[in-house]
């Protein structure tokens, strides 16, 4: 069974940190991206950056470039997102989503397509006081 397990939530005041984590099993994690996604209330899902397993490209929103950092350990089957200076606009549940990367190269537009995407985590929320 597939599955991801994001972790590394929670409350942080505004110029703050946070790291989560997404742990995946039940799959080859080596033929897959990760993608982290964050959906605020009454907003559509948008993806925020995303990493491929086989070549470590990766790719960033305009809304985060410069504040987050996302990295893989594929040793652990975990792929990390760094966020730091969070502002209020960045409260929202944070998903980590797969993309298939073994056959079909990750590219930006590839990167920024929602339907790439196959298996998804439970989320976890992220909330930034002002």
């Known amino acids: 069974e597939v599955q991801l397990v994001e972790s590394g939530g929670g409350l942080v005041q505004t110029g703050g940190s946070l790291r989560l984590s997404c742990a995946g099993s039940?799959?080859?994690?080596?033929?897959?991206?990760i993608g982290w996604f964050r959906q605020a209330p009454g907003k559509e899902r948008e993806v925020i950056s995303c990493?491929?397993?086989?070549?470590?490209?990766?790719y960033y929103a305009d809304s985060v470039k410069g504040r987050f950092t996302i990295s893989s350990d594929n040793a652990k089957n975990t792929v990390y997102l760094q966020m730091n200076s969070l502002k209020p606009e960045d409260t929202a549940v944070y998903y980590c989503?797969?993309?298939?990367?073994?056959?079909?190269?990750?590219?930006?537009?590839?990167?920024?397509?929602?339907?790439?995407?196959?298996?998804w985590g439970q989320g976890t929320q992220v909330t930034v006081s002002s």
């Open positions: 989503a797969t993309i298939w990367v073994a056959t079909i190269p990750l590219d930006e537009q590839r990167a920024y397509d929602r339907s790439e995407y196959d298996y």
């Open positions: 039940g799959f080859t994690f080596d033929d897959y991206g």
């Open positions: 990493i491929s397993s086989v070549d470590g490209r990766s």
